[in-house]
């Protein structure tokens, strides 16, 4: 345990990058992360995610988790299978979407092993184990106690936390975080994934007034998206065109949480309001689908529009143009659509899931399009798609691209860079220390500098690995509670 005086932040994750998210916090009598996410994209990701862990993981007393997707809870079954014991602590929606989730990871670490297995029976390695299993995750999931926003929890003596909405994802949370120490109380504040403001579905997020030290996202931190109904409109053009002129399927990869509620959400209203006509739509994605019954469970965090908007999560009599897939049979059935289809499905970067077998249908065929409606992370499938690859590698075959491939940013579950200013400039008070996180490098570095010209804030971009001792004399004194 650390020195008396002592408090340190150590930067294990999201930091000069957008994945695996992991952040471990030491005071006295106090080892604590927040977050535990897996690191998605690039040929390195898979080692990364195997590597031991930088610490002890017998020795953190517990966890809090901002949200549900898997570069922020993602290593949690690998946490608890490495001997860490303690709670999780997260927001009651976050830990009805963990039920599916880390289940869902934990069959696809099982199905890659065993993949590498059949492929490597001749060969003289034996294939890596899973990264964890079924079992990890039922066991990790054990674990996990839900929390309702804007509560105070005390998770040890001397230390407090909150959970208040960040708008991103259901039920993704901004943490408060307060420490005691010899009378005097240090409060950090870690943003987690914030959401734009005004988009559907959930609400804003929560201003926050006051922090010592503040962790902020940047993922969007050196651009602006595009406004909603701009957005709309262009999803309308993008569906009759390719409906009408060019014939073919819209192939849109999508995240099981969020990112698919969002697009049923605007297909539905639309279709309410008579923009658009005779839809034949396909949510493709068992993991979607139960994230799309959790989300009607929780329509007390939808904002008044969602609320309004009555049946957009449903299939039912009103809805006869949404399917949802359930077998893999009825996924593979859907190749055989060559016209007119709509088909969502994970992962959201394209480098897992169903969405690659549809891809692998699509791609080569110019009267279908490829509509990517969230941010895809360096070395990502989606992202090589996105800067405008001839050719990919799917399932061992080089594949063409010839298919159209469109981007809609205004659909986005994070903040835009004027989002997140605004965010900010809602501390009266500036932090004594703010670390900019959870964005590539360029982007990162832009925030910062914004920050810093606008607000006169003290900003640090960390570097990935490095540790900070907010005690030390630089950071000055800190206030009393």
Known sequence: MNDKGVMNIRFLGAAREVTGSCYLIEATGLRFLVDCGMVQGGREAPARNRKPFDFDPRTIDFVLLTHAHIDHSGLLPKLTRAGFAGPIYTTEATADLLGVMLPDSAHIQESDAERARRKSRHGKTAPPAPLYTMEDARDCLRQVRPVSYDDM??????????????????GSAII?????????????????????????????????????????ESTYGDRDHADQTTSVNDLIEIIEHTRHAGGGNIIVPAFAVGRTQEVLYHLHRLTCEGRLHDLNVFVD???????????????????DQAKKLAGWHKVGADLPYLHFTASVEESKALNHIRSGAIIISASGMCDAGRIRHHLRENLPRRESLVLITGFQAAGTLGRRLVEGAKRVRLFGDDVPVRATIRTLNGFSAHADRTALLAWAKGFKTPPRRTFVVHGEAGAATEFAQKLRANNGWHVTVPELGS???????????????
């Not at 936390?161 to 259901?170: M, N, P, V």
């Not at 994605?285 to 904002?303: C, G, N």
């Not at 001792?469 to 630089?474: G, I, K, R, V």
């Open 467 to 481: 540790s900070v001792d907010l005690a030390a004399p630089e950071f000055g004194a800190r206030y009393d509670q």
């Open 285 to 303: 994605s068992p993991m979607a689908t139960e994230a799309t019954r959790i989300t009607r469970q929780h329509l007390e965090l939808f904002d």
């Open 176 to 216: 408060e975080v307060w420490i005691d120490e010899d009378g005097k109380t240090t409060k950090i504040v870690f943003s987690g994934d914030l959401g734009q403001p005004g988009r559907p579905i959930l609400r804003d997020p929560t201003a926050i007034e006051d922090a010592d030290y503040l962790l902020i």
């Open 153 to 170: 929890l005390e998770p040890k003596p001397g230390m407090r936390c909150r959970f208040r909405d960040a708008g991103h994802i259901l």
